[in-house]
């Protein structure tokens, strides 16, 4: 059975730094393309990166240059670096697997892990 699991979320004062972690299990990690995904209070999910099994990535501008995504297939583990926070980066982030929102929504999705950015 296919398993996403995230940590690293929490409080964080803004311009601070959390790195996310997704483990996977139950599936061919390294050949798939992994998103993440994040849903701020009230609102509706908006990809924000993804990575491809070759280790391209690709960014909503919003994060662009802020929150880098990367992957380590040996140990089936999705990582999202979020640097230099922002109130608006308040939200539940979820690792997925797919490349945009419509394909992931056909995947697997963690349980997601909150992220707060405030004073």
């Known amino acids: 059975e296919a398993q996403l699991v995230e940590s690293g979320g929490g409080w964080v004062q803004p311009g601070g730094s959390l790195r996310l972690s997704c483990a996977a299990s139950?599936?061919?990690?390294?050949?798939?393309?992994m998103s993440w995904i994040r849903r701020a209070p009230g609102k509706g999910p908006e990809w924000i990166a993804n990575i491809n099994s070759g280790g391209n990535t690709y960014y909503k501008q919003s994060v662009k240059d802020r929150f880098p995504i990367s992957r380590d297939n040996a140990k089936n583990t999705l990582y999202l670096r979020m640097n230099s926070l922002k109130p608006e980066d308040t939200a539940d982030y979820y690792c997925?697997?797919?490349?945009?929102?419509?394909?992931?929504?056909?995947?697997?999705w963690g349980q997601g892990t909150q992220v707060t950015v405030s004073s």
């Open positions: 139950g599936f061919t990690f390294g050949t798939y393309a």
């Open positions: 997925t697997t797919g490349s945009s929102l419509p394909d992931s929504l056909r995947g697997y």
